[in-house]
């Protein structure tokens, strides 16, 4: 280790004796010291204290606001991927003392409330933090949202989606290893390649972002203003915590679909989950808000491709017993537990393979894996068509993580066997035979089905029974409920 890195070292540990309160954070150079610090110390020792450091500065009303919101970005990244860091700090009140910031400055903060009469019934309006490619999970979600208006809502005729791009895709202070986002610059052209591929013909629809506005207040109060003189039927917020949704709240009710399993967290008056229930229900938890329950379905996983795969374009012999993992942030989210499960797997059965699909670099593994097992991993990158993906393989694997329900839902829709550890948005699509407590139990599990045909069909037609169940299932319902309101 260098003396720099030393002296990081030092400084960290200094920092964390002091305490946060006792430092003057006013001062931009002692700032961005002690976030690198704090940043830098946690990466190489995971010690909590210094996530409940970052936790406190990003709750500092003196911290710049641009900062406090990257910070919460970078909390709400590390702790999806470890959830027992949630024990030690509360990302609601995180995210509540910069809203209320917010609230307090913002030039738009006596905006008046649009009365129901006045709304504009013709309008609806999409909010998102990112709108990417059709691949993207929030954004196919979106689009699956504004093709159930398109096709079956007629009194609505004009659709706008805003991206907020509130997710930082720099870093404007010093921390180690920034979690930024993707954001890219959405041309006409592209735009109307995606409303073609997601078959929306009968509304106009248009699309707003502020993507090199650097100032997210300024950035947000620009787009607020647009959309309060819309006057729009109803509002609603894709992927959870969203600034300007919770901002537009205050003149009218907004509705957040959250795209994990767990209750967003948002100031909107309408919180929407996609549970394994019949029917839809609402539920208050406190006086300002409501958790609106909707049946799970196969929502935007339609099949807009009309390219497929085969075995033989990624060298797979035909004959291989393949296992599917799927997921956009592989790399942080296959443990060195899960890893050695798989190892295990190849080992104990020679004519199985294990594909991933997403990006994951294999090479790491060339060490850890015999080598006859290494030559039976392969990795296809991301694909358009993930059911396509999907359908190549004999069962679907699913490490312990929060995320990964998109891809749980499509391998469900290819009635392969979906063997999932009981925990996260995966394990809450699946009944009980598909689910283990340990990685131990999965091992156990997919090596009785791999040598045992009879287990393999009962589980496929397990599968079948499952995915009957969410087949036939779409937005209409949710849509129908809130033209109600």
Same mark, same amino acid.
């Given at each position: 280790m260098n003396n720099m890195n030393l002296n990081i070292l030092k400084n960290s540990k200094e920092i964390l004796d002091i305490g946060i309160d006792k430092i003057e954070l006013n001062n $931009?150079? +002692?700032l961005n010291n002690v976030l690198f610090a704090m940043s830098y110390y946690y990466d190489i020792s995971k010690d909590i204290r210094c996530i409940v450091a970052i936790e406190e500065i990003? *709750? @500092?009303i003196n911290v710049d606001i641009n900062i406090r919101i990257f910070l919460y970005w970078?909390? &709400?990244r590390i702790s999806f991927l470890n959830k027992e860091i949630l024990n030690n700090i509360n990302i609601k009140e995180i995210y509540d003392s910069i809203l209320d910031t917010i609230n307090k400055i913002s030039s738009l903060k006596d905006i008046s409330e649009i009365k129901v009469k006045s709304k504009n019934k013709q309008i609806a309006v999409f909010i998102t933090n990112q709108f990417l490619s059709y691949e993207h999970s929030p954004t196919k979600v979106l689009l699956s949202m504004v093709k159930s208006i398109n096709d079956k809502f007629k009194e609505i005729d004009k659709i706008y989606i805003f991206n907020s791009t509130e997710m930082p895709k720099t870093s404007p202070c010093s921390y180690y290893k920034p979690s930024v986002f993707n954001h890219i610059n959405i041309s006409d052209e592209y735009f109307y390649y995606l409303m073609k591929l997601a078959s929306i013909d009968r509304c106009e629809v248009s699309y707003f972002d502020d993507i090199d506005e650097t100032n997210s207040l300024k950035k947000i109060d620009s787009i607020l203003e647009e959309i309060y003189n819309l006057n729009p039927n109803f509002i609603i917020s894709i992927g959870g915590s969203n600034i300007l949704a919770d901002m537009c709240n205050n003149f009218?009710? &907004?509705?957040?679909y959250g795209t994990t399993r767990d209750t967003p967290i948002a100031k909107t008056k309408y919180l929407v989950k996609s549970l394994n229930t019949t029917k839809i229900k609402e539920t208050l938890i406190n006086d300002?808000?409501? +958790?609106i329950e909707i049946p799970q379905g196969f929502f935007g996983l339609e099949d807009k491709y009309e390219e497929s795969y085969t075995r033989e374009e990624f060298e797979i012999p035909k004959d291989l017993f393949l296992i599917s993992i799927v997921g956009n942030r592989l790399e942080e989210e296959l443990s060195d537990k899960f890893i050695d499960i798989c190892k295990d797997i190849l080992t104990k059965n020679k004519n199985t393979g294990i594909v991933f699909i997403g990006e994951y670099k294999k090479e790491h593994l060339k060490t850890k894996f015999p080598k006859d097992a290494y030559n039976r991993l392969y990795t296809i990158?991301? *694909? $358009? @068509?993930? %059911?396509s993906a999907i359908s190549l393989s004999d069962m679907f694997l699913n490490p312990k993580r929060t995320g990964g329900g998109y891809g749980g839902l499509a391998a469900i829709s290819c009635n392969i066997p979906v063997i999932s550890i009981n925990t996260g948005d995966v394990s809450e699509l699946l009944s009980d035979e598909f689910k283990v407590s340990s990685y131990s139990e999965m091992l156990d599990l997919v090596n009785s089905i791999i040598g045992n045909n009879d287990l393999? %069909?009962?589980?496929?037609d397990k599968t079948k029974t499952l995915s009957s169940k969410y087949e036939g299932r779409d937005w209409d319902l949710l849509i129908n409920y809130i033209? $109600?309101?």
């Open positions: $931009k150079d +002692i990003c *709750k @500092n970078q909390l &709400v009218t009710d &907004v509705y957040t300002k808000q409501s +958790i990158g991301f *694909k $358009k @068509n993930l %059911i393999y %069909i009962s589980m496929c033209l $109600k309101k």
